[in-house]
């Protein structure tokens, strides 16, 4: 009997691998920079490549090496939109690569380099996970969420997404590389924090905090409302990327009414954050604005082409005896093309952005906490490395499909 059922085991074993189907596709990854690219995000979009079947796994080889990847579905279908891996590359150098896409649901688990979650407190203060969540505008769940919203982290740094009108990207700074928001929830403990555990870094009140797009009167930056509902999703976990996604339907701006899509994406081994901001339809004039918040007694450096950074000390909550002052470095960057000026308000430093005729546009932000082990200790050397950063934002790596 139990040769019996090893036979039928393997039969069916055996009938699963013919029926699944497979395509290698090479792929070639060159750096025509002077500089090496370290972690250079690579994704591949799934209906680029042609393919006759559904993607189900994927398998990335550099010859005998083989790479971790993720499989995205981006729009909730259960189909995959995009492949990710990120990759270091020499100075003019050319990795080729082979992808093995495959109709087989056998993904293979790799080491997780970033993490994501939110959570919903209970009427017993248990904190249970959500994937997405969507309320109508004129509800206010910020205080029901735990941390207020998604949190997501690579070992260098962890964000938070506020879940309410103002939408504000807030930061918790490390000690050491690590993870830490899965145990921690971005507020560590006494006992966490004797361990060396991070905290949150910055008081961002009613600013854009870092980089958090707004709108913009003339004079000051506004909030995203009024809106028809508000839906924030944790669209992928890892390995290799979290992103999460802000939805806002039913803008009412500037006599006209959005659908506003925010997606953030963090790569492993980064500390800066990627912003895709989307709409339903092209843009007419409305204007936008976005840069970092004025921390108090801060210093700041622009290149007036897209970049705004500064540096500055306060306190990041409103508790002044049990936490102390923290240092922070914040940064944001932005396509030339979208910029109309550059004009703060009281609480920010800040470009304004236009983007008629399209339906969306990317920008970056980052930022360093002087807590960090690894980071940075000086205004000079924050101000020094965006502005490399910013270079190598705009010398990406030729990816080619053969």
């Given amino acids: 009997m139990k040769k019996n059922n090893y036979l039928i085991f393997t039969f ?8 699944a189907e497979e395509k ?18 690579v994704v591949l979009k799934i209906k680029d490549l042609h393919l006759d079947f559904d993607v189900l796994s994927a398998v990335v080889t550099d010859g005998e090496e083989e790479i971790s990847s993720q499989l995205d579905d981006l729009d909730g279908d259960l189909i995959a939109d995009e492949l990710a891996f990120v ?3 020499k100075p003019l150098q050319t990795r080729n690569l082979k992808i093995r896409f495959s109709s087989d649901e056998q993904q293979k688990d790799y080491k997780p380099e970033v993490y994501a979650e939110m959570l919903i407190s209970d009427k017993n203060g248990k904190h249970v996970p959500v994937l997405s969540l969507t309320i109508p505008g004129t509800s206010n769940i910020y205080n029901q969420l735990h941390h207020h919203g998604p949190a997501f982290e690579s070992e260098l740094t962890a964000y938070r997404i506020y879940f309410d009108q103002k939408q504000t990207v807030d930061i918790y700074g490390k000690f050491n590389k690590g993870f830490e928001i899965r145990e921690s929830q971005f507020y560590p403990t006494d006992e966490q924090l004797s361990r060396g555990f991070g905290d949150d870094v910055l008081l961002v009140g009613g600013s854009c905090g870092l980089g958090a797009l ?10 995203v409302e009024p809106v028809k509902s508000l839906t924030e999703t944790v669209v992928a976990t890892g390995p290799v990327r979290a992103i999460v996604d802000v939805a806002s339907k039913g803008w009412q701006y500037q006599g006209n009414r959005l659908e506003m899509r925010v997606r953030y994406i963090l790569y492993a081994r980064h500390r800066d954050c990627e912003v895709q901001v989307s709409f339903d339809k092209p843009l007419g004039k409305e204007t936008f604005a ?13 290149d007036h082409e897209g970049l705004i950074a500064c540096w500055g000390r306060d306190w990041p909550v409103n508790d002044t005896v049990k936490y102390a002052k923290e240092t922070v470095g914040l940064a944001t960057s932005l396509p030339l093309e979208i910029i ?30 002087m807590k960090e082990t690894f980071g940075y200790k000086t205004p000079e050397a924050w101000f020094a490395h965006v502005r490399k950063w910013k270079k190598g934002l705009n010398r990406q790596c030729a990816v080619r499909v053969k």
């Fill in 24 to 41: 290698t596709v090479n792929v070639s990854v060159s750096n025509n920079w002077s500089e090496t690219k370290t972690a250079e995000p």
């Fill in 290 to 302: 976005t840069g970092v918040m004025n921390i108090k007694g801060s210093v700041s450096s622009s």
């Fill in 12 to 19: 069916l074993l055996f009938s699963a691998m013919l029926s």
């Fill in 340 to 369: 109309v000026s550059e004009k703060p308000d009281k609480v920010n430093y800040l470009y304004q952005i236009q983007a008629e005729g399209k339906t969306g546009f990317t920008y970056h932000i980052t930022f360093t906490s």
């Fill in 214 to 223: 707004k709108g913009w009167n003339g004079e000051k930056t506004t909030h």
């Fill in 87 to 89: 990759l270091d590359v």
